[in-house]
């Protein structure tokens, strides 16, 4: 049974920085585009980064220069490097594994706040 289990989400002011993992407990974790997403209140799901297999990645526009999302296969883990917080970047961040438009897996989410 495919797991992703997401933590390193809390409470941190703005400016400050946090780092997300996600561990994946999936076959052939190096095949399958990694991504984080976001939710927050009121809100509807909305993607933050992506990692391909080939290691390109994506972004939204929101967090371009102050988020970086990394993959280490050895380990089946995919992080997201967060500086700059904002107030705004407030929301639950979901781990996501996709492939082939066939697999498409979800972690259950880490709170993350940000608040002076």
């Known amino acids: 049974q495919v797991q992703l289990v997401e933590s390193g989400g809390g409470l941190v002011q703005p400016g400050g920085s946090l780092r997300l993992s996600c561990a994946a407990s999936i076959s052939i974790f190096s095949i399958y585009t990694m991504g984080w997403y976001r939710q927050a209140p009121g809100k509807q799901r909305e993607l933050v980064a992506s990692?391909?297999?080939?290691?390109?990645?994506n972004y939204a526009d929101s967090v371009k220069g102050r988020f970086t999302i990394s993959r280490d296969n050895a380990k089946n883990t995919v992080y997201l490097q967060m500086n700059s917080l904002k107030p705004e970047d407030t929301a639950v961040y979901y781990c996501?594994?996709?492939?082939?438009?066939?697999?498409?897996?979800w972690g259950q989410g880490t709170q993350v706040t940000v608040s002076s």
């Open positions: 996501n594994a996709r492939w082939d438009n066939t697999y498409n897996y």
């Open positions: 990692i391909r297999s080939d290691t390109r990645t």
